[in-house]
């Protein structure tokens, strides 16, 4: 066996070795072609969802102007985000993920679909009959559970050299049955009667096996086909029906039952005679018959078959087992049954009306339980139930990175001039901006230099005249980001909301009519008005640890007033989305973009369109503006 692992081992690491050098070659080979290629080492950005893999290939082929050849077969759908990827480690991720054939042939790349390995499954070894043999006190044990009784019969022969023969129509049955250390002759046919056989005894010990023909057929006590003997501590007995049933015990204090129609008062009495069990029947079973083959069970254990299904049950109250039906008072009984992993609050609205219809359900909000008044048996079924459900319902960590970028740009030019009544000042910024204003002294100031040049003679201005000259440029580059972290149940929704509030004054007029003079009435209220980025996310975890999320992103920001104590205008952009990812894997959210663009401006006719000179008699402004929101959102599911 050692050598065989060592040899398996040798195969599995020479075959992993020889994939790894055909990966290193192939990749050796890209690094080569990208010096020539230059698009194989360009980066992208892409979310793709329901492109075929042959049409992802050649369209980024085509965009990347790579030559590729690409199978027609490779039909899988592609869903994946890729950002400042380059496109080499792209090609790298499709081979390992579709396992593909991918090769270099004079500049051009050829994808394949890679050929699978046909394996030859090596035949199940049949199932070894569990069938044992004591020689010495001729008993026999078998744990059979759907076998095929001609390899039983065989096994039987081998263990105990008895000869078991088969009638033909039985050749192709199935048999199962659980019986330990019991005589020979009584396992034979315990066991032909729990699978609708009769078993018969010639005079040379040979036993014949085939099919019963008789439903329901009678087990007899002392004309039985087969002579039991031996039995220690044993009891056999039939009702009046028509059913028997033996019952012994071990030195352990536990039951040995074999039973075929039998009645369940009779067995219950006879059972807690061989243990010593004092009982008290409020209500006699009736009608109650049962069939059964049972080894090494409690007194409790035959009260819960028996009654499984039944109008009866038991309640043990100081050694004493008080046996009647459901409703009888005095077997009903209250219990608190807590909740460890789930909150009660939840379970109680899911509880199916059959499991509740024959209790009397309270919910223990303080204690996480319930407390449920009924008899035993619908108690036991109800208590299973929330064994069922109680298990530990998963926290999802949801990590939210927000990024918000903004880059804007303006410039402003011209030359602006008039007459009018106000006092100005000359006052403004030269550098590094240019926004200047004269008054009609710092004008003839600059006059009376140029006229001092001798060949140039300006007339003044007058006392009222100003100039303003504007050369200024503005760039900007913002960018925020924040990393909140949410946590939440399974199912149930996270949300956070980052913004601002802003505040308008809302005025009520109310007509007043005096009599004489109709009066209004002025009152008002603050109110106020908010705009967010809120996310919402409601995750689902499968049982593969797979999340699916529930996506909800909505952004408001404020505009203009229209007036000083208006509301301010607001602009919404929203976006929901539904999508699956792994446990601890990043996801990208975008498409909240925005691109503001002005090109404006005012001048003399005719003027301000003349190049050059355009800019002595217009005032021009333009204007860009760009904004992205990006979010990342990575869900860790912790137990």
């Known amino acids: 066996m050692a050598k065989k692992i060592l040899v398996l081992l040798i195969v599995m690491l020479s075959s992993y070795g020889w994939a790894q050098s055909n990966f290193n070659e192939f990749k050796y080979k890209m690094e080569e072609l990208a010096k020539t290629k230059k698009g194989l080492d360009e980066n992208i950005r892409i979310d793709l969802t329901g492109l075929t893999l042959y049409d992802f290939i050649t369209t980024l082929a085509e965009e990347h102007e790579i030559n590729v050849s690409v199978d027609p077969q490779l039909n899988e759908i592609v869903t994946s985000n890729f950002f400042d990827v380059k496109v080499t480690d792209v090609f790298y991720f499709l081979i390992e993920k579709y396992q593909l054939d991918v090769d270099v042939m004079n ?3 050829i994808f394949n679909k890679r050929k699978e390995e046909i394996k030859i499954e090596k035949p199940k070894p049949l199932k070894q009959i569990d069938v044992s043999y004591n020689n010495q006190n001729d008993f026999l044990s078998m744990k059979l559970k759907n076998d095929s009784l001609p390899r039983v019969a065989q096994a039987i022969t081998d263990v105990s050299n008895k000869n078991v023969f088969l009638a033909p129509d039985v050749k192709d049955m199935k048999v199962s049955s659980y019986i330990l250390n019991r005589p020979f002759d009584q396992v034979l046919e315990m066991m032909s009667k729990s699978n609708n056989l009769i078993v018969t005894k010639d005079e040379n010990n040979n036993y014949y096996l085939e099919k019963n023909n008789t439903p329901n057929e009678v087990l007899k006590d002392n004309n039985s086909r087969l002579n039991s003997s031996n039995r220690r501590n044993n009891s056999n007995k039939s009702n009046n029906e028509g059913g028997s049933f033996s019952i012994t015990t071990d030195d352990n204090g536990f039951l040995d039952i074999q039973s075929f129609e039998g009645d369940a008062a009779e067995i219950i009495i006879d059972a807690a005679e061989k243990l010593n069990i004092s009982f008290f029947m409020y209500n006699t079973p009736e009608g109650v018959n049962t069939t059964l083959i049972a080894s090494a069970i409690t007194f409790d254990d035959l009260l819960n078959h028996l009654f ?8 043990i109250v100081d050694d004493l087992y008080l046996i009647g ?8 009984t209250t219990e608190l049954i807590q909740l460890e992993n789930r909150s009660i609050e939840t379970v109680f609205r899911t509880l199916p009306a059959t499991l509740t219809q024959n209790l009397e359900v309270k919910e223990f909000i303080e204690l996480n339980g319930f407390v449920v008044s ?3 048996t619908y108690i036991d079924e109800f208590k299973e139930y929330i064994r069922e459900i109680d298990l530990v319902v998963p926290v999802i960590q949801i990590e939210v990175i927000i990024v918000q970028y903004q880059k804007s740009y303006e410039i402003q030019t011209g030359i602006q001039a008039g007459i009018d009544n106000q006092q100005r000042t000359t006052s403004g910024a030269l550098f590094p901006t240019g926004d200047v204003s004269l008054n009609s002294t710092s004008v003839n100031s600059l006059i009376d230099a140029f006229n001092g040049l001798g060949f140039i003679n ?18 900007s580059l913002i960018k925020l980001s924040s990393t909140p972290k949410l946590v939440t149940l399974n199912g149930h929704d996270a949300t956070s909301t980052i913004g601002e509030t802003s505040y308008y004054f809302e005025q009520n007029n109310q007509l ?17 008005t908010e ?5 919402n996310i409601k995750p689902f975890v499968s049982k593969d640890e797979n999340v699916t999320l529930t996506i909800s992103v909505e952004r408001s920001s404020f505009l203009a007033r229209v007036g000083e104590n208006a509301p301010p205008g607001k602009a919404t952009q929203k976006f929901e989305s539904m999508i699956s990812v792994r446990n601890n894997e990043m996801i990208l959210l975008g498409g909240l973009d925005e691109l503001e663009n002005e090109n404006s401006g005012t001048g003399t006719p005719f003027f301000a369109r003349v190049p050059i000179i355009k800019w002595f008699f217009s005032s021009r402004k333009k204007r860009k503006e760009k904004s ?3 979010i990342f959102i990575k869900p860790t599911v912790t137990y």
């Open 628 to 630: 992205k929101l990006h």
């Open 512 to 528: 007043i009519n005096t009599g004489v003079n109709n009066n209004i009435l002025q009152s008002g209220t603050w109110k106020s």
């Open 325 to 332: 039906e459901h409703v009888t008072e005095g077997l009903r």
């Open 458 to 475: 300006l007339g003044k201005v007058t006392e009222s005249f100003y100039l303003n000259l504007r050369a200024l440029e503005n760039n």
């Open 531 to 535: 705009a967010n980025l809120s996310i």
């Open 308 to 315: 499984k299904g039944e109008k009866y049950t038991y309640k």
């Open 374 to 376: 009924g008899s035993k």
């Open 107 to 109: 500049n051009i790349l």
